[in-house]
């Protein structure tokens, strides 16, 4: 019975990963910033802990008390939207510390067991937004191709120990909390406001294809299991329309 790890889990795609993986028999450590047991179902394959992947100390406190695994989850994100020239250094900062520097840290945090063992897995949640450009994201999608460009490299580099590493792309998904988030940072500019506008209901607006949260456990569970899966797996409706315009493999994950 194998073991993932999941970070970001609290809620949105991290929830529903962690669900799934469950539902399958899995051994599950999911965790979060603030450990909430009440949101998963009780189970004796499933952990709970708290991890903060911007805190070195917590991350090492997460991988003692986590043990062996097979599979790492890099889920955990934060979004933002905002005119560029309005993006606060501070802001900018947080994005990349938790989009990109905590995947790494994870990532490099979980390597040496994984080497060890000459097996595993490590799964990266990026976004479609890194195909397909769009308006008040330079900064959200400049964190996450970060990630794409790492996981490519990173893949050839672990090829030879047994270890593979996948990048999932979701798509727009009402189900999260990037919409909420967009307006906690303060988008009010008169000069940018036709823009944020539009930008803010195409973010939340549910017409139309759209990515939810099980599409992308569905596709982080493919990562996991399926050898001979893609690299780059879209995740949900749009996703897989914005990987064929990009030329990716659009396979439907089953």
């Known amino acids: 019975m194998k073991t993932v790890l999941i970070t970001g889990c609290s809620s949105g795609f991290g929830l529903a990963i962690a669900r799934y993986f469950l539902e399958r028999e899995w051994h599950v450590i999911a965790t979060m910033r603030t450990p ?8 004796d394959r499933l952990r ?4 903060d992947v911007t805190d070195p100390a917590s991350i090492a406190a997460a991988v003692d008390a986590a043990g062996p695994i097979d599979v790492l989850v890099n889920n955990a994100g934060v979004g933002a939207a905002a005119p560029f020239e309005l993006t606060d250094p501070d802001l900018a900062r947080a994005l990349f510390e938790t989009n990109t520097i905590g995947t790494m840290a994870m990532t490099q945090a979980f390597l040496p067991q994984l ?17 397909k450009a769009l308006p008040l994201l330079s900064m959200y999608t400049a964190s996450k191709a970060a990630v794409n460009a790492f996981s490519a ?14 990048v999932v792309l979701p798509g727009r998904s009402p189900e999260t909390q990037f919409g ?13 406001a036709d823009l944020i506008q539009q930008t803010i209901t195409r973010i939340s607006d549910e017409s139309g294809p759209v990515t939810y949260a099980r599409d992308v456990a569905e596709a982080v569970w493919r990562a996991a299991t399926d050898p001979a899966a893609p690299m780059r797996i879209p995740a949900g409706a749009d996703a897989l329309e914005w990987a064929r315009e990009a030329g990716l493999p659009t396979t439907p994950t089953p």
């Open 115 to 131: 080497r060890a063992r000459g097996a595993g897995t490590i799964i990266n949640v990026t976004s479609t937004v890194t195909l």
């Open 180 to 192: 909420d988030n967009a307006h906690r940072h303060g988008l009010e500019s008169a000069d940018y």
């Open 153 to 166: 490299s990173l893949a050839i580099e672990l090829a030879p120990f047994g270890i593979g590493v996948r």
């Open 48 to 51: 709970v802990l708290a991890l």
């Open 36 to 43: 909430r047991a009440d949101v998963l179902p009780t189970s």
